[in-house]
């Protein structure tokens, strides 16, 4: 088994509201960034994993994504294996 | 001035406690995932930003880091200056 160093962004969807985007987006706006235009705002995981392969921590990353990491309705997400360091 | 895509990243510092990636940490266990070690969760917010150049949107979005978008005692940030569409 190798140690994996594995990161997770979820992001609400383009087609979706984002009310904490907005509210930042807003709040740029009052503290004089009038260059500001729209805000997104989601979430970025580090998740360290254990896993026999970079292609399994990858593939599980996607399992814990579906069944909790992201919102299936509302967020997209995407997932890259990044260090990797041997066990 | 053109457009400019920022992305940046907001995480908890590692010395720091992060109870929402524990409580992910937790219930990803909970479900059977036990090769999952410690977890992490922050922020990622994507700005879209008119600037005279890439340059001027990098520092302009760290200067919104420090007055807004990250609290300097308990996160990190890392700002990327992503795409550019010429306007």
């Known amino acids: ?7 997770v962004r ?5 087609a979706l509201l984002d009310p904490q985007g907005q509210a930042v ?3 740029l706006q009052a503290l004089g960034f009038g260059e500001v235009g729209r805000v997104r705002i989601g ?5 360290e ?3 026999a392969s970079r292609a399994e921590a990858l593939a599980r990353a996607r399992v814990m994504c579906d069944r909790l990491l992201a919102n299936p309705v509302t967020e997209d997400y995407e ?3 990044d260090g990797e360091a041997s066990r």
């Open 1 to 7: 088994m190798n140690a994996f160093r594995v990161e």
């Open 10 to 14: 979820v992001m609400p969807r383009a």
């Open 79 to 81: 997932v890259a294996v």
């Open 49 to 51: 994993l254990k896993a």
């Open 43 to 47: 979430k970025h995981l580090v998740l």
């Open 25 to 27: 987006e807003h709040a």
